[in-house]
């Protein structure tokens, strides 16, 4: 005891002289931004206004698109849930950050950007779906959903323990998120504020303000609803994500049963815990929303392709709602920010996990290398620093989001983090060595079916392997955007073939690391 204090009497002139050369350097130093990441779940940039979609409008997403960047490449290193936040937190590709599949827990002790940031003196918070399984590293706060978390009534839990919380949860999250951000945080410090929605995820209960948007309107079906998947590997008609034959009619759709007493079978099953949840009000009102539509449902006993059709605008119109209340909770937090004097100096991000499947070869559901769940949205909106309307075709990966964070705050980004920062790229001369492909990695067995796979994405052409059939899948997007006809063997491919093969081995034995047994 004694020692220490002499050692701190010894030290203490010193530490004044550190204090004061820092408090010179803060006034000349312009301050670092804050940084407000908005991340939802399943969200496809098909149904962002500003990514040109045909189903629905998004105007406060927009307004990022309408002040900052829209990363038009912008695509995902393994398209689910679990190992996507993993990517985004570390940097790096699945095998080097552990979580491979939804069933793996992340390590929390690695390095990851909030941490960093943390240790740099930011105030950092993480607020809404978390799904790592272990609790948060890196945040001064956090107040996270269980799991996947519920639509209604929804559990937080927190150093404090779980507490529920009245509501639906696009509006909870915002408002824990607006909480710190009025009196959670250290104003004297700049910001991290990660608030991260459990929309629009399965099972897409929409909030009741939203409920019956789209009920007055007819959504253009995709071109592909009713794809046969000819030319494509065995892997696709082999997975299970059909709206068709995998879609249920009270869970998913919304479709109470005729009878009401008789034993729900399967998912259905599921429906009754979210709507045990729900107060006697919310699930009249959740209810009433669909009764007049599920009754001229059982009357008109639908078949074939009429059925899919009926179950797509179901689906459609729901997985819409819901990102209704997403785009209502960015306008609440951008106006937060104006109304505050703190737009000017941080730098907002709109992502989303992965992309889905709206409808596309008949799907529903993520997984596939295929454009509609490879591909992320990813706008930025940081006034002064980035361009205003920009867009930017780059090839672009989870694994930036990271060093592009760090690269805001003025942090070292350190080397093992294997992606790059994106802020060059929007610079007067953009890097020209940038990659010119991106890999991709699918782990997961078990739900949906979907085969273990691995592939290269150029600007032009994707090549995958679906290892455990060895068959290949060859697209041409320029010619093929909807990647309906696969190339693979075809006369004239051979160059190309060969090229993208040596591509894809090259980048697994960088990203892929064969010792990991998963998936082989
Ligand atoms: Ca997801």
Redesign the pocket.
């Known amino acids: 005891m004694k020692v220490h204090r002499q050692s701190l009497q010894h030290h203490l002139p010193a530490l004044i002289l550190i204090t004061s050369i820092a408090s010179a350097q803060e006034m000349v130093k312009p301050s670092r931004p804050n940084i407000l990441f908005i991340f939802s779940?399943?969200h496809s940039s098909a149904a962002i206004s500003a990514y040109g979609s045909r189903i629905n409008t998004t105007p406060n997403i927009d307004r990022l698109a309408a002040e900052g960047v829209t990363f038009d490449s912008m695509f995902c290193t393994n398209?689910?849930?679990a190992p996507?936040?993993a990517v985004v937190l570390s940097g790096k590709h699945s095998p080097a950050n552990g979580v491979m599949d939804n069933g793996n827990v992340f390590d929390g002790t690695q390095v990851t950007f909030p941490k960093l940031l943390q240790a740099a003196g930011y105030s950092t918070a993480l607020i809404g779906k978390w799904?790592l399984k272990k609790d948060p590293t890196g945040f001064d706060h956090w107040e996270v959903l269980p799991g996947q978390g519920d639509y209604y009534n929804p559990d937080f839990l927190s150093p404090e323990g779980k507490k529920r919380h009245e509501g639906y949860v696009t509006d909870i999250t915002t408002d824990l998120a607006l909480d710190w951000l009025e009196s959670g945080r250290d104003q004297s410090r700049p910001f991290l504020l990660m608030c991260q929605h459990k929309a629009p995820?399965r099972s897409w209960m929409p909030g009741l303000d939203h409920i019956n948007d789209f009920d007055d309107v007819t959504i253009p079906e995709p071109e592909t609803l009713f794809d046969d998947y000819s030319t494509r590997s065995d892997a696709a008609r082999m997975q299970e994500m059909e709206i068709d034959r995998h879609m249920y009619l009270y869970y998913d759709l919304k479709v109470t049963p005729e009878d009401r007493e008789a034993e729900l079978k399967g998912p259905d099953r599921w429906t009754m815990g979210a709507h045990g949840r729900m107060t006697e009000a919310q699930l009249n009102a959740f209810e009433a929303a669909y009764a007049e539509e599920n009754a001229a449902f059982h009357a008109a006993k639908l078949e074939g392709r009429e059925l899919v059709s009926w179950k797509y605008q179901r689906y459609i119109k729901n997985y819409l709602a819901c990102i209704a209340g997403v785009d209502d909770s960015v306008g609440r937090l951008l106006d937060y920010l104006e109304e505050n004097g703190l737009a000017e100096n941080t730098l907002v991000v709109y992502s989303?996990?992965?992309g889905?499947y709206l409808g596309e070869h008949g799907w529903y559901d993520?997984r596939w290398m295929y454009e509609p769940s490879l591909r992320m949205p990813f706008l930025a909106r940081w006034p002064g620093k980035l361009p205003a309307g920009k867009r930017d075709a780059h090839l672009a990966q989870n694994i930036d989001f990271a060093p592009t964070f760090l690269d805001a705050a003025g942090v070292d980004v350190p080397e093992e983090i294997q992606g790059h920062s994106l802020l060059p790229l929007l610079s007067k001369s953009p890097p020209t060595d940038w990659r010119d492909e991106i890999y991709y990695e699918y782990f997961e067995r078990g739900i949906h079916a979907v085969q273990p796979h691995r592939g290269v994405r150029t600007a032009r052409y994707k090549l995958m392997h679906i290892h455990g059939l060895d068959q290949w899948e060859l697209y041409d997007l320029q010619e093929d955007p909807q990647e309906l006809n696969n190339l693979y063997g075809v006369e004239g491919t051979t160059e190309i073939t060969a090229d993208l093969k040596s591509r894809l081995e090259r980048l697994r034995l960088i990203y892929g690391q064969t010792e990991v047994s998963q998936g082989e």
């Open positions: 779940d399943d398209s689910i849930c996507s936040r799904h995820h989303s996990d992965q889905f993520k």
